[in-house]
């Protein structure tokens, strides 16, 4: 099955810094969805975005399909950024349906 | 609008015993996906539901769990004679349409503790 690989696996950050996070991937997908698991454990959408780039406030993201990565950037970051991002693509489950397959997450931290 | 509900919020169970875990998806939602995360984990799918559609189940780990929905509304997930090992996090996801490149909207999980 489709392989998502995510780094660096853990990352750690002065408040106001910036930073990207990566998602590669190993094969064509039509949907790629960036996620922020925040420290009471709820799935929150940040980007759905298959190709191109996105902004939402101090968030963006690039999808380059035909090189298999997305990159999500967080641009002066706060405490409240901490948690876990994820990337998530569309994988055929190989019984007749397409299901996210999650990659294991960047641990973000932010300290003041 | 409301967003995707699940209940209970926490279970504790003891080993070889069976709980029913339940999802509210998003009212108009005709694609329903349940996922396991174990901790420190990324999540892993389980079973998807598309409208009066045969699920796909290739994701269930045993045939000790099993999942039902009533056309487009409630699902409920049934874990049979509860291992320690099925502690996990369960994740019901909805999604509007059965087209696989719309988004999915995520509840809040249920955490599992299986003593």
């Known amino acids: 099955g489709i392989q998502v690989e995510q780094s660096p696996p853990d990352l750690i950050l002065q408040e106001g810094a910036n930073s990207t996070l990566r998602c590669n991937f190993s094969d064509s997908v039509n949907n790629l969805q960036w996620f922020h698991q925040n420290p009471w454990g709820q799935l929150i959408n940040l980007f759905y975005?298959?190709?191109g780039t996105k902004q939402n406030g101090r968030l963006s993201a690039t999808t380059v399909a035909t090189e298999r990565y997305s990159l999500l950037y967080i641009s002066s970051s706060q405490t409240t950024d901490s948690g876990v991002y994820f990337c998530?693509?569309?994988?055929?489950?190989?019984?007749?349906?397409?299901?996210?397959?999650f990659g294991k997450g960047t641990k973000l931290s932010v300290i003041p | 609008g409301a967003g995707v509900s699940q209940s209970p919020s926490n279970k504790v169970t003891e080993k070889g015993k069976d709980v029913e875990l339940r999802c509210d998806p998003i009212?108009?939602?005709?694609?329903l996906y349940w996922y396991r995360q174990s901790l420190g984990q990324g999540l892993e799918f389980l079973i998807y539901f598309q409208g009066n559609s045969a699920p796909d189940k290739s994701g269930l780990p045993s045939d000790r769990f099993s999942a039902e929905r009533t056309g487009e509304s409630v699902s409920t997930l049934t874990i049979q004679r509860t291992q320690q090992e099925d502690s996990a996090v369960y994740l019901c996801?909805?999604?509007?349409?059965?087209?696989?490149?719309?988004?999915?909207?995520f509840g809040p999980g249920t955490r599992l503790t299986v003593l």
């Open positions: 998530a693509v569309n994988a055929y489950s190989g019984a007749g349906s397409y299901q996210l397959t």
């Open positions: 975005i298959p190709s």
């Open positions: 009212s108009g939602h005709t694609a």
């Open positions: 996801a909805s999604r509007r349409t059965g087209t696989s490149t719309d988004t999915q909207y």
